[in-house]
Nanobody, 126 residues
Framework: QVPLVESGGGSVQSGGTLRLSCSGP????????MAWFRQAPGKEREGIAA????????YYADSVKGRFAIALDKAKNTLYLQLYSLRPEDTGMYYC???????????????????WGQGTQVTVSS
């Protein structure tokens, strides 16, 4: 399995910001889609942001649209997720993922992503 490594998580107060990063020795912009998922305790893993491998099209879940921004730095082989206006309900483990399957768009389906990181914890207090 290609190792992806997330960083940048932490504990912030409501309204705060964080920037998550994802990279690794096997990282390549040749993947069809890259995405960020999150999982809160007791809940299923949900996709929140995705970007096509060339970085031209971005997708957001309604729950984060307008507050989070996904970006791909091709020169640094790094995927980012900028988190603004954080809320307590944003608390969870955040994972980056990469997939080689192409359906014509990037999905938020866990099964469409082949490579995963170990996650970075984001905790938002009220």
């Amino acid at each position: 399995q290609v190792p992806l490594v997330e960083s940048g998580g932490g504990s912030v107060q409501s309204g705060g910001t964080l920037r998550l990063s994802c990279s690794g020795p096997g990282f390549t912009i040749g993947w069809k889609c890259m995405a960020w998922f999150r999982q809160a305790p007791g809940k299923e893993r949900e996709g929140i942001a995705a970007i096509r491998g060339l970085g031209s099209v971005k997708y957001y879940a309604d729950s984060v649209k307008g507050r989070f921004a996904i970006a791909l730095d091709k020169a640094k082989n790094t995927l980012y997720l900028q988190l603004y206006s954080l809320r307590p309900e944003d608390t969870g483990m955040y994972y980056c993922a990469a997939g080689e399957r192409w359906r014509g768009w990037c999905t938020f389906s866990v099964s469409d992503y082949n490579y995963w990181g170990q996650g970075t914890q984001v905790t938002v207090s009220s």
